[in-house]
């Protein structure tokens, strides 16, 4: 994307997905480097108490989901579940579950699946 057609992608926890137009100035780098591989980066900050980031790359489209598990492999929250463009994402979990509801401390995991790439991570909730 270059010039006009540029634009900002953010993402809330909710799964929306708003696109902000920019302008970059003449003569600035317009291009800008997708990741290369597909990436699922450590949670941050690791352990947590009241908000953890996840974040992951996507050197191309794919139909992703983003799923926080507990201990025992329930399903607690659904971050990303759609199709995402190309590019790095981040996703910001406010230790509720699906219904609004506040978790308990402890261990729980996320795992990413983005077309045929899967990786999981383990973070700790401290409340």
């Known amino acids: 994307w270059s ?14 997905v708003a696109w902000v137009p920019f302008r970059t100035e003449e003569g600035a780098s317009k291009a ?5 591989d597909f990436a699922l980066h450590p949670a941050y900050p690791n352990p947590f108490n009241a ?12 139909a992703v989901a ?5 201990a025992l492999g329930r399903p607690v929250r659904h971050l990303v ?7 790095r994402y981040r996703f910001v979990w406010d ?19 983005a077309d045929s790439f899967v990786a999981v991570g383990r973070l700790a909730l401290v409340r």
Do not use: T
Not at 81 to 87: E, F, I, N, P, V
């Open 95 to 113: 230790g509720r579950d699906q219904d609004g509801r506040a978790v308990a401390s402890g261990v729980y995991f996320y795992r990413l699946v």
């Open 81 to 87: 579940d759609g199709s995402l463009a190309a590019g």
């Open 51 to 62: 908000e953890v980031a996840l974040s992951f790359d996507l050197p191309q489209a794919a």
């Open 3 to 16: 010039g006009a057609d540029s634009a900002a992608i953010a993402a809330q926890i909710e799964g929306a």
């Open 66 to 70: 983003l799923v926080l598990y507990d």
């Open 32 to 36: 800008v480097a997708l990741p290369a």
